[in-house]
Structures are given as C-alpha cells and as structure tokens.
C-alpha cells in the first residue's frame, strides 16, 4: 500500500503501538506516524505508507485542531489528570467570564515550556525518561502559534470546561491547559484530549484498526479506499506533467526547466513549491523553483 490512512487511534495505544499493528495488518514494513498523539488522548492520526513514508515529515509541520477538556483546581506532574497530583487549589471565585477573558489572551504566538513528560531530548536523552526517575532539568520556553481557541461547555460546579484549539506543530495541550489555570489563580490540568484534525485529515473521516482489520481480512481490494494518494495532501500546490521526452531527467531527479512541462501557468514564483507528475500522469515528485530553475524537493 502507498499512501496515508487516516487512523481514528483509541485511547490506550501508544502511536508506535498503531503503527506496528498495521504493520502486521497491512503486511508491510514500511510505515510511519506522522506526530505523536499521548496514549490517554484520542483521534486524527495520520499514517503514511509505502512511498508515502517521505512526507511523515511534512504532515508533521501542519498545523491540528483538538477538543480538550480542562480541569480547575489541580496540578500533575504530568499535567494532565492521569498524573501524581502535587496540588489543590481553590476555586472560588472564577466565573464563565473570567475563564472566557482568560482563554481569548492566549491566542496568537505564545511562550511554552515544554513539560517533563515529553518525548523531546536533552543530551539525548527523552525528557519523560528523566521524569521517572525523578529528574528535572531546566527547558527553555519555545515559541508557539495558537491560531484560533475557543471555550464550551463551562461546568463551574465541577470545574471543567471545554477547549477547541487550533494550533501550530510543537504545541502542548496540556501545558495550554496548565497555563491557563495559572492565569486564573489557581491550578489547571487536561481532563481529556481529542485531536479532530491534522491538516486535511478529520476526525469523521477516520478509521479505526479494527476496521482496517477486518476490511484487510474480508474485503482487501476496497482497502485500498481508506488510502488517500500523497499528493492530495497539498491542496493548492500548482500542479505540472513531465514531456515524455524529458521523463529520465525527472525520474534521476535533475533540475527541470519550464520548457519541460506540458503546461506551467501562471508563473510559479522562487520558493514556490509545485507537484510533479510524469508522462503517465503519476504524482512523482515536489519541486522548488530557484532563480527560474527547478530543484527536486522530496522525489517519491
């Protein structure tokens, strides 16, 4: 199989978990996740196979949408409820507009420090490695993009209340959710997590692996249905087929020229990236232009 399978992943399984079941589903070895989705959290998770692998990279940079659900007046370790509480906080006092008026400033570029139980590295080493065993070591804020947020279903009696955030690659939930407990004057951790969207690919459209299961085991042909080709992922890109004549240059990935295209309007401008098809119409490769030229940006 060649392409990207959107995966609804259930909550309990890891990301590699998804990944070597499919594996054994699908029969093939090469395939990879495209971002990786904590194991209590829910939802969107891309999943490239085959040739498709090239892009996981790409997908990763695109930016996700979730529904989160935030918990007043507690603090983890983990920053989110499945972790050791390390306090309690009153309350009293927040209403719906203050936790409404709290939210809206956090849209836009912000400041995160990532928490100690991620996967990023410190001397090569992951950072929840450290975590268990009882490390902290200093991380420096990183600058992310929230670029829409949202609040519902407000329950003071319980302090909870919904989040749907639209963010850029790097963001933290949980420490979106800590945060804002902390403007609030009190404590905050993430009740819930539900990724509905990672770029092109929605929640409603997902499959689970069960499903995937049984379609491989009864219907293998119509498998093929939940595969959306590569090249779909770039909505908006120009698109351009290879002159039959000039077809080993692109399958060597040389630099290509305007004139080696069937059709290339309007003018691509430097930088721009453009997909490129061969003279049987099959997506092959992205191209940059540079001064005029075209450069081989990911061949697949």
């Known amino acids: 199989m060649d392409g990207i399978i959107n995966i609804y992943k259930e909550p309990g399984f890891t990301s590699h978990d998804v990944v070597a079941k499919l594996r054994g589903i699908l029969h093939q070895k090469k395939i990879g996740h495209t971002g990786t989705l904590d194991p209590d959290a829910a ?3 891309p999943v490239c196979c085959g040739k498709a692998t090239k892009i996981c990279s790409l997908l990763t940079d695109k930016d996700k949408t979730y ?3 935030c918990q007043l ?3 983890t370790d983990t920053q989110d409820i499945s972790g050791k509480i390390l306090r309690k906080c009153d309350i009293t006092g927040i209403t719906e507009a203050s936790i409404v008026d709290c939210v809206g400033k956090f849209k836009g570029s912000i400041m995160q420090v990532p928490p100690m ?5 410190v001397n090569g080493k992951k950072l929840y490695e450290l975590a268990r065993e009882g490390k ?3 991380r420096k804020p990183r600058q992310v993009n929230i670029l829409s947020i949202e609040v519902s279903d407000i329950n003071l009696s319980n302090g909870t209340f919904g989040l749907d955030v639209t963010c850029s690659k790097g963001t933290y939930i949980r420490t979106l959710c800590h945060d804002i407990g902390i403007s609030l004057g009190t404590a905050a951790a993430m009740a819930n997590l539900v990724r509905t969207r990672v770029s092109v690919f929605k929640i409603e459209d997902a499959v689970t692996l069960g499903e995937v299961q049984y379609m491989s085991d009864n219907n293998p042909e119509k498998l093929k249905e939940y595969f959306m080709p590569a090249d779909a992922l770039f909505t908006g890109y120009k698109k351009v087929q290879i002159k039959s004549s000039f077809a080993g240059s692109l399958a060597n990935g040389n630099k290509l020229s305007g004139n080696m295209f069937y059709s290339e309007a309007p003018e691509p401008q430097d930088g721009e990236n453009i997909l490129v098809y061969n003279e049987n119409g099959v997506f092959k490769a992205i191209y940059q232009r540079e001064a005029g030229e075209y450069k081989v940006n ?3």
């Open 117 to 121: 139980y991620s996967a990023l590295k």
């Open 73 to 75: 007046g507690i603090e």
């Open 136 to 138: 902290t070591v200093e």
């Open 67 to 69: 529904h989160a659900v």
């Open 298 to 300: 990911k061949m697949f």
């Open 43 to 45: 939802g969107v998770l």
